[in-house]
């Protein structure tokens, strides 16, 4: 009778680890998705800023470019 009841008690001891762990683990992996989606904002400005560089040729009409659009 005893025994049973301790393993009852282990598994639920087991069952309350394994929750307490996978909360921890999908809390650092919504951190890391957070800070992913903001390094991939940050990096889409910089790449739309060197492309709009290529493509005017010249940093005078890159930079008349960037103004014009900031207004």
């Known amino acids: 009778m005893f025994t049973s009841i301790r393993r009852a008690d282990n598994v ?5 680890f ?3 762990r996978n909360k921890s683990v999908m809390e650092r992996v919504r951190a890391f998705g957070a800070q992913l989606h903001t390094a991939l904002l940050a990096g889409t400005k910089r790449r739309a ?3 709009r560089y290529e ?3 010249t940093k005078r ?3 008349a470019d ?3 659009n900031a207004h």
């Not at 639920?12 to 309350?16: A, D, E, G, L, W």
């Open 49 to 51: 800023r060197s492309v």
């Open 12 to 16: 639920s001891h087991f069952y309350n």
């Open 66 to 68: 960037a103004n014009a």
């Open 55 to 57: 493509a005017s040729g």
């Open 61 to 63: 009409q890159a930079r």
């Open 18 to 20: 394994l929750v307490r």
